[in-house]
């Protein structure tokens, strides 16, 4: 039995996992095993109750305008709950459609709007007649350059503190040249791929926040992530060679 556990929630994987979003709660279980601490991952589903109370870290992946809806009305139920347990603390990563369920609203390209659960002053709509912002993307961000994929329809607008500053790709709204957001132990962002394999150095940012939130010691012994570094230059000297790494 390890000293520390952290308790992660995946929120409605049945309904959001677009593009591996699955990958993160894999590399969050993993890099915490490799550093001996036992995490305990709570599938919550449509059918489930969230309890807020009993997570360190929740997860919210991607879907598609659908599952956002069918989400959106779930959530619902939960935002006195989740406004609280955000104001105290509790951490999240939030991911592309479940990025912009955080905001005010999500309108569709119908003009119907989805309400969100509003603990983020910020909302998304989809526009008629826009492109949708798709291909990889880099951020320069707090925690050094993060990359992935992106493919939304939504423009996202909000005055938090964002991820990151575009380096390369779309971001929040294809105009501001900020992508995500960054508010208390909140992040929200378009990146996919899934985000957090490829930016093992974000991956351990959001667990040492989660460790504390816990109350454990955040500390993370260091790992050599050769394969990870590796494959973030691959990535970048192949489909994104306007930016430099170091
Ligand atoms: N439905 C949203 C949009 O296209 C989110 C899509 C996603 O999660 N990739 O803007």
Known sequence: MSERTLNIAHLYPDLLNLYADRGNI??????LRWRGIEAVVHEVTHHDQPRLAAYDLVLLGGGSDREQEIVGAYLAKHKDEFARAIANGLPVLAICGGYQLLGTYYQLPDGRKIPGLDVLDMYTSAGTGLPRLIGNVAIETEYGIIMGFENHGGRTVHHHQPLGKVLHGHG??????????????VWGTYIHGPLLPKNPQFADAVLATALAYAGHSPELEPLADDTEALARRAFLSRRMPDVNLS
Request: aromatic share 4%.
């Open 172 to 185: 929040n709204d294809g105009e501001s040249g900020f992508e995500g957001v960054h508010h208390l132990n």
């Open 26 to 31: 894999l590399t969050l279980v993993q890099r």
